[in-house]
């Protein structure tokens, strides 16, 4: 679907820039411009610019193709630096879902409870996010569309915590494979419901180990996802990276600095609304499309 | 904490090299130009606008207000600052009303933008400046969309007009249309469309929005954006601009810690005026929007205004008189220093609010170790205490020091730091509330104090602290002794400025030199003695 938008490259600077005959001044101006762009950040921008200029000289080319081909393998390598493999062995397995307001965690759900049940794994979605209107109804819309059972919190503003407790143990009971639970959205400067988050985690981790404790991204998102990354791996022990919204003109480059900041790894990209478009991430298919 | 990054320090850095010289050469100009651009690029400042502004900003720096200044680096600031301020629109714009209602005011923004939740708060605004206003559910493509509106106007106290289910079936455009001629009919002044959220790069999605906006032929459309929005705002700004053609700009999520520079990105490629900014979750959380308080932000140079008009809601003046009284009575208890506590937690994250003030990213490291927990702690010990306790801490022998550890969870160490520091600050409170300026162990970290140079004055005041008062303790107690010395400095600022004393300015003064103007000081010497 991404690609047939068109969306998700590193743009028409990036056109243009190997097109060129040779790699002079310009070319390297235009490939800063289009990094910048794609929301790499100042920082790993110059990092893969010095490492390119290097190559460059080391290997004596002026063929913008090369440099085309070194830029993709810089990329990738810098990507795939880290394990994208989700672990879900445990039974059941938990998973966690957190992130700031708006980046699709909810919708990032449904795709993850479809994509489970695609693969003939029983799933139980948990709405703790019971802060939000109407939050749960959307989580349920969507566990109904992936066929997924739904722990619904038995009062308005209960405790995240407690529904949380009771998604594991109805996992447990009904020996479900994978239970996933929703979060409500909170900004990473807000430290009591960051303190929630950790509540959240310390209660399910009485039940069993939480396998997975996914942080949503939005793909639009700037350079402040690193700071959003910090908090919520201080706060919630994040173990993995979903990035989503990248079907539309967002490069979502910055992923690669929180990747690299962080050590934790992404694993999850969402390219839509549609419920199958949640694919698992590969760094070769990310830098080609970056790159392509 | 990635606000008080290693570029702003290096900003600061360099600005401070250069306030040594009396004169600028193109060079310093330059490498002062080089550390903006980068500063902009890191708070997502897109790069157009940012060669546009750092052009600009070196061909002032030239010229000749530079050189003919006192002192050029502050020239400098100052420019930058100015070119901020006018990409950003200079003043603000306010809502257009119809002249014969209602008045349409149609939201467009991406997926997960705030729309749902702004039109709740843009509903609740106007509804207490005296309209009527009304909710349309035009979002019929996100699972739910239509209920969140229905549960958000119910919260706002606004009718919802909401005919379709909603989960992908119905015509928005219809609804939209519709929805104007029951407003007339049902007496509503404002109708406030609620649209679904649409990629910037979707056709379809774009021309119906055209669709909905030619149909209910708006006085505002806004444009949703999430202050957290990168580079790419750019892009999404112009598809929005050519798509649907906003007439105004909101600023979502302000309340974290993005730099925001995306402001800037859409306000100077699109020409089109930011007019509210939404600082969180609830309802009321949401506000005209400051051009000059954007621009401090996005140099990360502090946000003194905000911090005080957080400090003002939640600080009662009343509260803050009798405090004083208890000071200069000296029949300040624990109960009261847990009240005063309480009251700063009620504020907010300390980091977050020190990290508002001028030149706190001298201070990174200091931040870095607080320790937010250790309010709660003290919190906590001070709980355990019997209410007799509380009042009369000579009671506290040891064993029931020993009781209050074990009843909050701490250690013995712990609570008699927790006494000594009391009894300490009830001490120097005394005098100051007298009117005396005391030698200040505690007061040394306070926040601002020494501008750019604050922290090595604030670490020396804190070691000098801890030879000072609390030799006896351990290693830990040193550490939560400093941290709650800081937090008392801010607790008690109000307190004492509520009696009248000088020292307000010390929080003040410092600030001047980095960037408020003298309004913003005279409003923070205002808060601070009144």
């Known amino acids: 679907m991404a690609e047939s938008a068109g969306g998700w490259r590193l743009g028409g600077a990036m056109r243009g820039l190997f097109t060129r005959p040779t790699i002079d001044e310009g070319t390297w101006d235009d490939l800063e411009t289009a990094l910048i762009g794609a929301d790499f950040g100042p920082d790993v921008t110059d990092e893969i610019l010095d490492q390119l200029q290097e190559q460059v000289n080391r290997f004596r080319t002026t063929d913008p193709a090369d440099l085309k081909r070194m830029l993709r393998e810089a990329l990738e390598e810098r990507l795939a630096a880290f394990d994208p493999t989700l672990t879900l062995s445990d039974r059941p397995a938990v998973v966690l879902v957190v992130g700031v307001n708006g980046v699709g965690k909810t919708t990032t759900i449904g795709k993850f409870a479809q994509f489970l049940t695609s693969r003939g794994r029983s799933v139980v979605v948990g709405a703790a996010d019971t802060f939000r209107a109407a939050a749960v109804d959307q989580l349920a819309t969507w566990a109904e569309r992936a066929g997924a059972d739904v722990v619904r919190p038995q009062q308005q503003g209960q405790d995240p915590a407690s529904v949380a407790y009771q998604t594991v143990d109805h996992a447990t009971r009904t020996g479900t494979d994978i239970a996933i639970i929703d979060t409500a959205g909170r900004l990473q400067t807000k430290s009591g419901l960051m303190d929630e988050l950790a509540k959240v985690r310390r209660v399910v981790e009485k039940l069993g180990p939480i396998a997975e404790v996914l942080l949503v991204l939005d793909g639009t998102t700037g350079q402040n996802g690193v700071a959003q990354a910090e908090a919520f791996i201080e706060h919630a022990g994040v173990t993995g990276l979903v990035v989503t919204k990248l079907d539309g003109s967002a490069k979502g480059g910055f992923v690669l600095r929180v990747q690299q900041q962080t050590g934790i790894p992404i694993k999850l990209i969402g390219q839509g609304e549609g419920i199958g478009d949640l694919t698992g991430f590969t760094p070769h298919v990310f830098a080609a499309s970056l790159v392509p | ?530």
């Open chain 2, 1 to 530: 904490m990635a606000t008080f990054g290693t570029l702003s320090d290096r900003l600061t850095s360099t600005f401070s090299a250069l306030r040594t010289k009396g004169k600028l050469s193109p060079a310093d100009v330059d490498g002062t130009v080089r550390e903006i651009r980068r500063a902009l690029l890191d708070a997502d400042v897109a790069l157009p606008v940012v060669k546009d502004f750092t052009a600009a900003v070196r061909e002032r720096a030239l010229g000749d207000e530079v050189n003919k200044a006192l002192n050029p680096a502050q020239q400098v600031v100052q420019i930058v600052n100015d070119e901020l301020v006018g990409i950003l629109g200079g003043e603000q714009r306010r809502l257009q009303f119809a002249k014969t209602p209602p008045t349409v005011i149609m939201l467009a923004g991406l997926q997960g933008a705030g729309k749902t939740t702004l039109a709740g708060k843009l509903a609740k605004w106007l509804k207490a400046d005296g309209h009527t206003p009304i909710l349309v559910a035009a979002d019929l493509q996100r699972p739910n969309a239509v209920q969140q509106l229905q549960v958000v106007g119910e919260q706002a106290g606004v009718a919802v007009y909401a005919p379709e289910p909603g989960n992908g079936v119905g015509d928005p455009v219809k609804v939209a249309k519709n929805a104007i001629k029951h407003a007339r009919d049902k007496q509503h002044d404002v109708v406030i469309v609620d649209t679904a959220g649409r990629l910037g790069v979707d056709a379809e999605l774009m021309k119906q929005a055209a669709n909905i906006r030619k149909a209910v032929d708006p006085d505002e459309v806004l444009f949703v954006i999430d202050a957290m929005i990168g580079q790419d705002a750019v892009s999404t700004a112009k598809a929005f601009q050519e798509g649907v053609d906003f007439t105004g700009v909101v600023l979502s999520k302000l309340d974290g810690d993005a730099r925001g520079g995306a402001a800037l990105s859409v306000a100077s490629i699109t020409g089109r005026p930011i007019m509210f900014a939404s600082t969180g979750e609830g309802l009321d959380d949401f506000e005209p929007f400051h051009p000059d308080r954007m621009a401090s932000r996005i140099l990360d140079l502090g946000d003194i205004l905000t911090l005080i008009e957080q400090a003002q809601k939640s600080f009662d003046e009343e509260d803050a008189k009798r405090t004083a009284e208890k000071f200069a009575t000296d029949s300040f208890t624990l109960e009261d220093f847990l009240a005063q506590m309480q009251q700063l937690k009620s504020m907010g994250s300390l980091k977050g609010m020190l990290g508002m003030l001028p030149g706190a990213r001298g201070m990174k490291d200091q931040l870095e170790n607080f320790d937010e927990g250790e309010l709660t702690r003290t919190e906590a010990i001070i709980q355990s205490m019997t209410p007799k306790e509380r009042q009369l801490p000579k009671l506290l022998n040891g064993s029931r020091r020993l009781r209050i550890a074990r009843g909050s969870g701490t250690t013995v160490t712990e609570v008699n730091a927790l006494v000594n520091r009391f009894e300490q600050a009830a001490k120097m409170m005394k005098t100051m509330a007298k009117g005396g300026m005391p030698q200040m162990p505690g007061m040394g970290p306070m926040p601002g104090m020494g501008g750019g140079g604050g922290a090595a004055t604030a670490r020396k005041a804190a070691a000098k602290k801890k030879g000072k008062g609390k030799s006896r303790s351990g290693n830990p107690a040193k550490r939560a002794a400093e941290e709650a010395a800081r937090a008392q400095g801010l607790g008690s600022g109000a307190g004492a400025g509520a009696s009248g004393s000088s020292f307000g300015l010390g929080g003040g003064a410092p600030a001047g030199d980095k960037q408020p103007t003298a309004e913003e000081l005279e409003a923070l010497q205002k808060f601070l003695g009144r």
